[in-house]
């Protein structure tokens, strides 16, 4: 089993940052990449971005390119996202995810109980 740990959540004004922390522990060394999705109140869970322990493969949702950035510190077992010029529809609870396959976009084995993101002035 993986155990996943999100923080950082919060609120924050529109154009503003936060960076997202996801601790991983138990049999980390099973899995092959780490995700993270998201879900607004209304809405089915999506896709933001992943990316695999070894940092050679990356994958983001388009409406999140060039903002986001998801990497990794593998000494501490954390995967983090980095969220800038934040937008109010990035409003949701954000979920930290692993996996044993390879399909970074998909296909989750373990989740996190999520963290609150509120972008608003």
């Known amino acids: 089993q993986v155990q996943l740990v999100e923080s950082g959540g919060g609120l924050v004004q529109p154009g503003g940052s936060l960076r997202l922390s996801c601790a991983a522990s138990?049999?980390?060394?099973?899995?092959?990449?780490m995700g993270w999705f998201r879900q607004a109140p209304g809405k089915e869970r999506e896709f933001v971005a992943a990316?695999?322990?070894?940092?050679?493969?990356?994958s983001y949702a388009d409406f999140v390119k060039g903002r986001f950035t998801i990497f990794s510190v593998n000494a501490k077992n954390t995967v983090y996202l980095q969220m800038n010029s934040l937008k109010p529809e990035d409003t949701a609870v954000y979920y930290c995810a692993a996996q044993r396959g390879m399909v970074l976009t998909s296909g989750y084995d373990y989740w996190g109980q999520g963290t609150q993101v509120t972008v608003s002035s």
């Open positions: 138990g049999r980390v060394s099973s899995t092959y990449a």
């Open positions: 990316i695999n322990w070894s940092g050679g493969r990356t």
